[in-house]
């Protein structure tokens, strides 16, 4: 498959199992799984085409059961959804990319999950600085911010760890 044809599929998967399950008539169960013979139906997919896709997204988004029948995307959900992570303690230090746009908001209101179910945070600053870059859009700059979450653990704050880190 065509390395562009897997990152165009990839973006369709992420809409519809993170966004949009019922814009090709599939629903999520409470977890966010989604039956994959029903979503290889809805896309127009074969089976080898979706491991593919799953197989080589470089970010890991989607994760298949243990029996293969169903499938969902590891985060960043905006229809509601319980991935059922565990909560855990954070290393002392975690990063986020943002467009520089957003920068006076973050300032003003601290960093939010705006649509989502919870703001990402990444291990490294390589990671944040390609999520920055994918919002900064067209001219617009990739910023990494700088996270203390030991200190924002120590005051209350709950983290858990995506299936894809």
Same mark, same amino acid.
């Given at each position: 498959?065509?390395?562009?044809? $897997? $990152?165009?599929?990839?973006?369709?998967?992420?809409? $519809? %199992?993170?966004? #949009?399950?019922?814009?090709?008539?599939?629903? %999520? &169960?409470?977890?966010?799984?989604? &039956?994959?013979?029903?979503? %290889?139906? #809805?896309?127009?997919?074969?089976?080898?085409?979706?491991? @593919?896709v799953v197989a080589t997204n470089d970010k890991r988004r989607f994760a298949? &059961?243990? *029996?293969? *029948?169903?499938?969902? #995307?590891?985060?960043?959900?905006?229809v509601a959804v319980d991935l059922g992570y565990a909560a855990e303690d954070?290393?002392?230090? %975690?990063? @986020?990319?943002t467009a520089e746009r957003n920068l006076p908001a973050i300032e003003a209101?601290?960093?939010?999950?705006?649509?989502? @179910?919870?703001?990402?945070?990444?291990?490294?600053?390589? *990671?944040?600085?390609? $999520?920055?870059?994918?919002?900064?859009?067209?001219?617009?700059? #990739?910023?990494?911010?700088?996270? &203390?979450?030991?200190?924002?653990?120590?005051?209350?704050?709950?983290? *858990?760890?995506?299936?894809?880190?």
């Amino acid at each position: 498959m065509d390395p562009r044809d $897997v $990152v165009r599929r990839s973006k369709r998967l992420s809409y $519809v %199992l993170r966004h #949009a399950p019922g814009s090709v008539g599939l629903t %999520l &169960d409470a977890a966010g799984w989604a &039956d994959v013979e029903a979503l %290889l139906a #809805a896309l127009g997919w074969t089976r080898a085409e979706l491991e @593919h896709v799953v197989a080589t997204n470089d970010k890991r988004r989607f994760a298949l &059961d243990e *029996t293969g *029948t169903r499938i969902r #995307a590891s985060q960043g959900h905006s229809v509601a959804v319980d991935l059922g992570y565990a909560a855990e303690d954070p290393p002392p230090v %975690l990063f @986020h990319g943002t467009a520089e746009r957003n920068l006076p908001a973050i300032e003003a209101e601290g960093l939010r999950p705006g649509r989502r @179910h919870a703001v990402h945070l990444s291990p490294d600053e390589a *990671t944040a600085r390609r $999520v920055g870059a994918r919002h900064g859009g067209v001219g617009g700059k #990739a910023i990494v911010l700088r996270v &203390d979450a030991a200190g924002m653990a120590r005051d209350g704050a709950v983290f *858990t760890r995506s299936a894809n880190g």
